[in-house]
């Protein structure tokens, strides 16, 4: 996860068009349920607009997950908006280990 948030803080810009299309082609509710959620901590820097985040929660259901196996152990909190167990605190995870992004 650490190295996902680190090269996902370096992206400037993203094509939604483009991540929907690989979204749609996997057509996973897990998957548009992580996009949604890690995406949105990138939202302004990737320049991604409401209408990603909201075709991301047209294909979430009622079924609940957690972001990624282990995290149970973490004390996750539960993000409604995205139906998933989640960090309280995603992006401290780039901190950890003293590799501080600014």
């Known amino acids: 996860m650490k190295e996902l948030l680190h090269c ?3 992206v400037t810009f993203a ?3 483009k991540l929907l299309e690989y979204l749609l082609a996997y057509n996973s509710q897990f998957l548009y349920q992580r996009a949604g959620y890690v995406l949105s901590h990138f939202k302004k820097s990737m320049k991604l607009t409401e ?3 909201s075709e991301c929660k047209i294909h979430i259901h009622k079924s609940k997950r957690y972001l990624y196996d282990g995290i ?8 409604g908006k995205w139906q ?7 992006m401290r995870i780039i901190n950890e280990g ?3 992004i600014v």
Request: charged content about 20%.
């Open 8 to 10: 996902l803080f370096m």
């Open 15 to 17: 094509d939604e068009k």
């Open 51 to 53: 209408h990603f985040f």
């Open 98 to 100: 003293g590799d501080a």
């Open 84 to 90: 998933i167990y989640v960090l309280n605190d995603l």
């Open 72 to 79: 149970q152990y973490e004390s996750p909190v539960y993000s």
